[in-house]
């Protein structure tokens, strides 16, 4: 396992994921700020849809789930702490959490471990923002950094919604080497992004 | 697996393997009440996932595509329709109280808050130690107080930056002035303490002093050690402070009492 006990932590400065403007727009956005809210969801609209249809992998459930997060981020901007961390971190972590709720509500999980190793999102109905191209581009290249089992530990979790004992089941390993893939992995993406 | 945990050291290192894992919103069950209690005492664990959850973050924000145009108004409209809450638990440490709302957020996983209170002790503690460099410790539970408002919370994400820096300087004719910057964010927290009274006509008025002229920046609270939020700075901009109208002037009219670089 690499880099456990004395691993850097770069914290919401690591990486271009922190933003500090966007942390400004919350606490606008939580005095009721409505030309903040725009701004906003001008930055951040793209990257929720972006997550959400992921994990979802249909295009109007996720058209949905994405404004059901933004207004959640209207309404909670009150709450939301610089000190745990990015804005963006604070948004995609309430997008994947919805999406996530939403997958598992409505699909048995056998139905979906079934689709799961051939399904793709049909992408012809939507266009890659272009923003996020060059980002879009680093993180491929961080993934492909990884070892498969590391990176499918990673995507199958994150971009597909399951949990790390369902990863285990699909991939047929056992969940403790599931775990530490999934850690040894973040660390690697982390680390390969924050040095790109 | 739950077998194996039981140990007590071999339990800590198995669960501290779970942090990447609960970065990515892959735990559940008992493994995540479990993870939950650890993370509570261990700030390493905290640290750790609060970077793989930056980490995640970037690799859901690459796979952003364009939402369709008419979705925008939906979004505006619905915001306008809708209550926020008010800042609340998230920002007080040791309170479990939640709102109903936010209750709903966490219906799939009960005690589990779009962010755990994790951190929360950290914020305040930032504003505590403004006041405390200020030396206006006495002021402490006004300091509390706003960081309940939504200005606290702004105040509190310059204090947290990773980049924040500290820079201390005495004003002409008394008070000593503490500045928290964050170049990243581009905004500062300026709090000063022992500043001689003014006749009542008059007060002190913060500036931003630049090349391209000074920018004023509200005056500064009579008599209260009451940190004030400064964001917009631009290179070459200086603090300032001037003496003033009490209601303030557009231009400063009376030499600085302080001037402070900012090596921006």
């Known amino acids: 396992m690499t880099g456990s006990q004395q691993a850097r932590w770069p914290g919401p400065a690591g990486g271009a994921g922190a933003d500090p403007e966007l942390a400004l727009l919350v606490s606008r956005i939580a005095r009721g700020d409505q030309r903040a809210y725009e701004q906003f969801y001008d930055r951040t609209a793209g990257a929720v849809l972006g997550l959400v249809l992921s994990v979802l992998r249909d295009l109007a459930q996720s058209e949905e789930v994405m404004q059901e997060v933004l207004l959640e981020a209207w309404r909670t901007a009150s709450r939301y702490d610089p000190a745990r961390g990015s804005a963006l971190s604070w948004l995609m972590m309430l997008a994947h959490r919805r999406a996530v709720d939403r997958v598992r509500s409505e699909q048995r999980a056998a139905e979906r471990e079934q689709r799961a190793a051939s399904a793709q999102v049909d992408y012809d109905d939507v266009t890659e923002a272009v923003e996020s191209a060059l980002d879009r581009e680093r993180v491929r290249r961080c993934l492909d950094s990884l070892t498969e089992l590391q990176r499918e530990s990673v995507t199958l979790a994150y971009y597909g919604g399951y949990s790390y004992s369902e990863v285990a089941r699909l991939l047929g390993v056992p969940p403790g080497t599931v775990k530490t893939r999934m850690r040894d992995g973040l660390i690697r993406i982390r680390d390969c992004l924050g040095a790109e | ?264």
């Open chain 2, 1 to 264: 697996m739950m077998a194996r945990l039981r140990g007590r050291g071999q339990d800590r290192a198995e669960l501290h393997l779970l942090a990447g894992a609960y970065a990515l919103n892959a735990v559940s069950g008992p493994d995540q009440a479990r993870f939950e209690r650890h993370l509570a005492g261990c700030e390493q664990c905290r640290l750790e996932v609060r970077g793989f959850a930056e980490t995640a973050a970037r690799l859901g924000a690459s796979q952003a595509v364009q939402p369709r145009p008419g979705l925008r108004d939906q979004a505006l409209r619905a915001a306008g329709q809708t209550r926020q809450l008010p800042p609340g638990p998230g920002l007080r440490p040791g309170r479990a109280r939640r709102g109903a709302a936010t209750a709903r957020a966490r219906r799939r996983r009960p005690g589990r808050g779009p962010w755990p209170r994790l951190v929360a002790a950290g914020v305040a503690a930032a504003v505590l130690a403004v006041a405390a460099v200020a030396g206006v410790t006495a002021l402490r539970d006004e300091h509390r107080i706003s960081l309940d408002q939504a200005s606290g919370h702004e105040l509190a994400a310059v204090l947290s930056a990773p980049d924040v820096v500290m820079l201390t300087s005495k004003m002409i004719g008394g008070g000593k002035v503490t500045v928290l910057m964050s170049h990243h964010m581009r905004a500062l927290v300026f709090a000063v303490a022992g500043l001689p009274p003014l006749p009542a006509a008059k007060g002190y008025e913060l500036w931003l002093i630049g090349p391209s002229g000074s920018r004023p920046q509200g005056m500064l609270p009579a008599g209260q050690a009451k940190p004030m939020m400064v964001a917009g700075l631009a290179d070459g901009d200086q603090v300032g402070v001037t003496v003033e109208p009490r209601d303030g002037s557009a231009q400063p009219t009376t030499r600085p009492l302080l001037l402070m670089p900012l090596s921006l």
